[in-house]
C-alpha cells in the first residue's frame, strides 16, 4: 500500500469522552462504541481503529431534552429572545474557531467515509461559506422586516420567530455539509437544537464541540452520541421536539415521526432518498454526456441522493453510448483519500460491497450483463463500479436507491417511457436532460418540472449552489433547504398588531424609541 502522508497519519486514538448538554461538556462515563475506518493503515489489510465514542442511551435523551426546552423556556429563553445582531454575533464567533480546525475536520472526513482530500477540503471550505452566507441572508431577511406596514386601519410589524426545540440528524455521506445545513438556520433563527452525529463521519465533529460550547448559551445547542433507535427514539417520544430535521432514509423519518405523540406539532424538514434518472436524447454531444454521467454516478462512488441513479439512453446511441461510457469507468483511479488524482475511494460501510455485489447478482439473474471490464472486481474494502445493461423493471437496482459504485443503463425508444417510469416512481428529486434541438427540450422542461425540483440540461444533479432550492417530491424531501429557504423552514412569521389610533401609536413610537423590545424594533444591521 502507498505511505501514509505525515500529516493524514492516526498517531493517537481520538477517544471522545464528553457530550455537549446544558452549555458544558460533560464527562460520559458509560459504555463506549469504537470506530473504525474502513482504510488500512497496515500493509496486510485490517481495518483501522479511529477512537470511540459514547453508546447512550433513554437517560442521556431525557437529559438533553430536558436542556433544549430549558433554552428555549418556552419561547422566553435567553436566546430565541435576543436581538437578531447578538445571535449573529454568536454564530459569527463560531465560525471564526471552526476555522481553525480545518485541517483535522478535513482529516477525519478522508479516514471515516473515505471522501478524496479535495473533496474533503471542498466539503469543509463550502461549509463555511454557507455560514458565512446564512448570515448574510439573515441580515437582509431582519431589514427587509425591521418596519410597519399597515393595512385596513391595522399597524403591523411581521418578523420571523422561532418554533421551539429542533431534532437534527444529518447524514454520514456530508455529515459536515448536510448537517450543518440543517443546524445553521435552526440555530441561527432563535430555536435550540439536539443534535445526533451521523453512524460514519461522528469523530470529525469532536474539534468543533468547544466551538458549539463556547459561542452560544447554554442549552442552545446539545450534541450526543449513539444509535438512533437508543437516542432518537426517546427523544421523539418526550413530545416535546418541534422540528424533525433529518437528511436521510425515508423509512427511519417515518418511524420517528410516528412515535411524537403529538403530530399537529411537528415541523418536517426532510432530505430523503432519491433515484434521479439521465436522459439521453439522440442528438446529445456524447462527450459531455459522458462526462457528466461518469462524474454524476460516480462522483463520491454515488454515495449521494443527488447522484445519477439510472442512465436512460435512447436506443438509437445506446451501443455507443455505452463502449465510450465503459472505456471512461473502468479508467478511474482507485485509491486511498490522500493520493493524487484518485477517483474512487474506500467505502465507509463494510457491508456496502456485498450489497452491491447482490443488486449486480440479482440483475444478472435477470437478463442484464456487466459490460465494462473491471465491473465488480473486490478488495477488502470496494467493489469497482459495475455497469449494467440492458436494466428492466424486474431487477432490484431498477427500484433500489443503490447509493454505492453501480450503474444501471436501461434503452427507451419513445421519450414517453422514462417519463412514464418518472410518474411512476416513490421519488422526484431531480433529472438530468441531455440534448441540444429546442423543439425536442422544451415540451420535456415543461413535463419534467411537473415531475421533479431541478431538472439539470446538459450537466449532472447536484446540490449546489446553496443559493438555490433544494427539495424533491413524493418520497424525496420535505420542506426546502437553501441559505433562502431554510432560515424560512426553520421558523413562522408572527407578528405583532395594533389599531391605528392615537393611544396606540403612541405606545408603539414610545416602544421604538426606548428599545425595550428585541422585537419591536427598525434598527438596520449592515
Given amino acids: 500500500m502507498n505511505t501514509i502522508p505525515t500529516e493524514f497519519q492516526i498517531t493517537k486514538l481520538l477517544h471522545q469522552d464528553t457530550y455537549l448538554v446544558d452549555g458544558q461538556l460533560k464527562k460520559w462515563t458509560g459504555e463506549t462504541s469504537e470506530v473504525y475506518s474502513t482504510i488500512s493503515s497496515t500493509e496486510n489489510y485490517a481495518p483501522t481503529l479511529l477512537g470511540s465514542i459514547p453508546t447512550m442511551g433513554e437517560a442521556a435523551a431525557a437529559e438533553v431534552v430536558e436542556s433544549a426546552v430549558a433554552a428555549y423556556n418556552n419561547g422566553q429563553g435567553l436566546w430565541p429572545t435576543m436581538k437578531v445582531i447578538d445571535r449573529i454575533r454568536c454564530m459569527e464567533n463560531f465560525v471564526t474557531q471552526m476555522k481553525a480546525a480545518r485541517s483535522e475536520v478535513v482529516k477525519y472526513l478522508m479516514w471515516e467515509i473515505g471522501k478524496s482530500l479535495p473533496d474533503s477540503e471542498k466539503e469543509f471550505d463550502r461549509t463555511v461559506e454557507y455560514i458565512y452566507d446564512t448570515i448574510e441572508d439573515y441580515k437582509e431577511l431582519d431589514r427587509n422586516n425591521a418596519r410597519f406596514t399597515k393595512s385596513q386601519g391595522v399597524n403591523a410589524m411581521v418578523r420571523r420567530g422561532p418554533l421551539g426545540v429542533v431534532l437534527c440528524l444529518g447524514p454520514y455521506n456530508y455529515p459536515l455539509n448536510e448537517t450543518f445545513s440543517l443546524l445553521i438556520p435552526a440555530i441561527i433563527m432563535g430555536n435550540t437544537v439536539i443534535f445526533k452525529p451521523a453512524k460514519?463521519?461522528?469523530?470529525?465533529?469532536?474539534p468543533l464541540l468547544e466551538a458549539f460550547k463556547s459561542s452560544f448559551p447554554k442549552g442552545v445547542i446539545n450534541i450526543v452520541y449513539g444509535r438512533g433507535r437508543e437516542v432518537a427514539s426517546p427523544i421523539m417520544k418526550s413530545g416535546k421536539v418541534d422540528i424533525l430535521a433529518l437528511i436521510g432514509n425515508s423509512k427511519s423519518a417515518i418511524a420517528l415521526q410516528d412515535l411524537h405523540p403529538n403530530k399537529n406539532r411537528l415541523r418536517l424538514i426532510l432530505g430523503l432518498e432519491a433515484k434521479n434518472p439521465a436522459i439521453i436524447l439522440p442528438d446529445a454531444d456524447l462527450d459531455l454526456a459522458i462526462q457528466?454521467?461518469?462524474?454524476?454516478?460516480?462522483s463520491f462512488n454515488g454515495q449521494r441522493?443527488?447522484?445519477?441513479?439510472?442512465?436512460?439512453v435512447h436506443e438509437s446511441i445506446a451501443a455507443e453510448f455505452n463502449r465510450r461510457f465503459t472505456?471512461?469507468?473502468?479508467?478511474?483511479p482507485f485509491g486511498n483519500p490522500w493520493e493524487k488524482g484518485v477517483s474512487l475511494t474506500p467505502l465507509p460501510e463494510k457491508d456496502k460491497p456485498d450489497y452491491i455485489q447482490e443488486l449486480i447478482d440479482d440483475a444478472i439473474t435477470k437478463g442484464a450483463k456487466v459490460i465494462n471490464a473491471k465491473g465488480g472486481e473486490r478488495s477488502d474494502n470496494y467493489i469497482f463500479p459495475a455497469v449494467l445493461f440492458p436494466i428492466n423493471k424486474e431487477m432490484r437496482v431498477y427500484h433500489e436507491e443503490q447509493f454505492g459504485p453501480v450503474i444501471p443503463i436501461i434503452t427507451f425508444k419513445d421519450i414517453q417511457e422514462p417519463l412514464n417510469d418518472m410518474a411512476e416512481s416513490n421519488y422526484g428529486q431531480q433529472v438530468s436532460l441531455f440534448g441540444k434541438d429546442i423543439k425536442t427540450i422544451a415540451p420535456l422542461i415543461d413535463t419534467l418540472v411537473n415531475l421533479v425540483c431541478r431538472v439539470n440540461l446538459n450537466s449532472s444533479c447536484q446540490r449546489g449552489p446553496d443559493v438555490y432550492p433544494f427539495t424533491g417530491r413524493k418520497d424525496s424531501a420535505v420542506g426546502t433547504?437553501?441559505?433562502?429557504?431554510?432560515?424560512?423552514?426553520?421558523?413562522?412569521r408572527t407578528f405583532?398588531?395594533?389599531?391605528?389610533?392615537a393611544y396606540n401609536n403612541a405606545i408603539l413610537q414610545e416602544l421604538l424609541n426606548s428599545k425595550e423590545s428585541n422585537f419591536i424594533n427598525t434598527d438596520y444591521i449592515l
Fill in 200 to 206: 460514519h463521519g461522528v469523530l470529525l465533529i469532536s
Fill in 292 to 298: 457528466e454521467c461518469i462524474m454524476g454516478t460516480l
Fill in 305 to 312: 441522493c443527488t447522484a445519477l441513479k439510472i442512465l436512460y
Fill in 327 to 332: 472505456d471512461k469507468v473502468d479508467a478511474l
Fill in 481 to 492: 433547504l437553501s441559505i433562502h429557504d431554510a432560515l424560512r423552514s426553520f421558523s413562522i
Fill in 496 to 501: 405583532v398588531a395594533s389599531k391605528d389610533n
